[in-house]
């Protein structure tokens, strides 16, 4: 199905705020570009010339070190951390936690189970008293539990083979998504739990928009009426609903150009 769940989504808000911080903090890679893939789920762009220039093997390495959830569909426990927790883990643990209890234990409702839990609890109910008892019993030389299962159903899975592979064919930003007919547009991770996926202009309506724009130039111009110089001379793209999606992506580029110039006249000596 081509359908998006607004309650799933917030699993790609985790995982963007997840992977954004561990690329930026520990690789270090300062031109990073996150798209919509027009469906349910979101790529990541990293411009830095030293990540481009990262062979297969580097580039599998990255995608290991940010891999947490292991195992096929037949695992029932994908997540096992160590006594001391790495602090990559750590750092993520503290976003799954921000989200965990709206998306997993009140949306999804987990822990409901009609067959072995009393409908007289909540799922939230119930996990506070799971806790609990982890931490009053033996399992307390298990205390992870509890974080591993809240990475199990909130960290983020990475598509390693698009990650690794130097040849593997990649959606480019502003392509039309063939199923849901929306636009992979950039995303302003600043204002990333304002982004809305069901909001994303689809390529029938950018057509109706710019076909609006055509006819009304044509009815001023039947009129006599003529549209002020500078307003004639913006582009198409600009009277469309995509306009704050590519000045995104305009500034997005600015910075990498500004970088890039920044590296030349290193180079230089100047």
């Known amino acids: 199905s081509a359908d998006i769940c607004p309650k799933c989504w917030t699993l790609m808000t985790i995982a ?83 989200y965990f209890e709206k998306y997993a234990l009140i949306d ?54 698009v990650s690794k592979g130097v040849n593997h064919l990649l959606k480019s930003p502003f392509s039309v998504h063939p199923k849901t007919g929306r636009i992979s547009v950039p995303i302003d991770v600043k204002k990333l739990d304002q982004f809305d996926p069901f909001a994303v202009p689809t390529i029938s309506l950018i057509c109706s928009e710019l076909d609006n724009v055509c006819k009304k130039e044509e009815e001023n111009f039947s009129s006599g009426e003529e549209e002020p110089e500078a307003k004639r001379r913006t582009k198409d793209y600009k009277k469309t609903s995509l306009a704050p999606y590519i000045r995104i992506f305009e500034q997005f580029l600015d910075k ?15």
């Open 16 to 98: 963007i705020r997840i992977l954004d911080r561990a690329l930026r903090e520990d690789f270090g890679f300062q031109h990073r570009l996150w798209v919509y893939s027009g469906r349910r789920g979101v790529h990541c762009w990293v411009c830095d010339i030293t990540a481009r220039k990262l062979s297969q093997a580097e580039r599998s390495a990255v995608a290991e070190y940010l891999s947490v959830v292991k195992g096929g569909e037949e695992a029932i426990k994908k997540v096992t951390l160590s006594e001391t927790i790495h602090p990559c883990i750590g750092k993520s643990l503290e976003v799954v936690e921000r």
């Open 108 to 161: 999804q409702d987990i822990l409901e189970n009609k067959q072995t839990f009393h409908k007289t609890r909540s799922s939230v109910e119930r996990w506070d008293k799971l806790v609990k008892y982890i931490n009053s019993t033996d399992l307390r030389k298990r205390a992870n539990v509890s974080k591993e299962i809240m990475l199990q159903y909130c960290y983020p899975r990475l598509d390693v083979n």
């Open 256 to 270: 990498l150009d500004q970088s890039r110039k920044g590296e030349l006249l290193n180079k230089s000596g100047k």
